[in-house]
């Protein structure tokens, strides 16, 4: 038979087995939900620096007095993959075809905040009257910081179109993933037996 001590012990040692593995998972979950949350808000805001970039760009970009041709819906900005997504649709509001459509961004990069230049191919290219296409654009989210709607070009000689601009479609809600954990409970390992009078020990 174990003495009083004994027994007092090996409770007291399963005790603080059991309130150290409840401790150590609490700490693990407490810092799990405060990365993902610092990654969730860190999305956030990209996004909206990126939309309220995109949202700074001038209607008519060339000429104050030149009628636009086109009205350009600029989307808002996704995040997916690693990848930040930029797209929009663009509509002939002319009474002409439009030809070999393409959309300047302007680009300002993450490192150094440099700028650069690029676009996107508008998609049907060739617009009839009041004819709608899209542009769509991934680029590494990790390089760049915002990006601004430039000016729309068409024809070989990527000649400037005025334009007006508005925002387009909303990016759809964020759909926080829920978890089921499961907290281990701490008891006896087979073959050992908690010893007290409803349970008592047994001896090898």
């Known amino acids: 038979m174990l003495t009083d001590s004994t027994r007092n012990e090996l409770i007291e040692e399963k005790r603080s087995t059991g309130r150290t593995v409840v401790a150590v998972f609490c700490a693990l979950t407490i810092t799990a939900i405060l990365i993902a949350g610092y990654a969730y808000l860190r999305k956030r805001t990209v996004q909206q620096r ?32 690693g990848q930040t997504i930029i797209g929009g649709r663009v509509r002939n509001i002319s009474a002409e075809r439009l030809s070999g459509l393409t959309v300047a961004l302007e680009l300002r990069r993450r490192k150094d905040g440099s700028l650069e230049q690029t676009s996107a191919a508008v998609e049907p290219g060739d617009l009839e009257p009041d004819q709608e296409g899209r542009y769509l654009l991934k680029l590494p989210s990790q390089q760049y910081i915002s990006v601004r709607l430039a000016g729309l070009k068409a024809g070989s000689d990527s000649a400037l179109l005025a334009y007006t601009v508005a925002p387009g479609q909303k990016r759809p809600p964020e759909r926080i993933e829920s978890k089921l954990v499961t907290i281990p409970q701490s008891g006896s390992r087979g073959g050992e037996f908690l010893n007290s009078p409803d349970n008592p020990a047994r001896v090898p």
């Not at 309220?52 to 009205?71: D, G």
């Open 50 to 81: 990126l939309v309220a970039a995109a949202a700074k760009t001038s209607p008519i970009p060339y000429s104050a007095k030149a009628p636009a041709k086109a009205h350009i819906l600029v989307d808002e900005a996704l995040l997916r993959r």
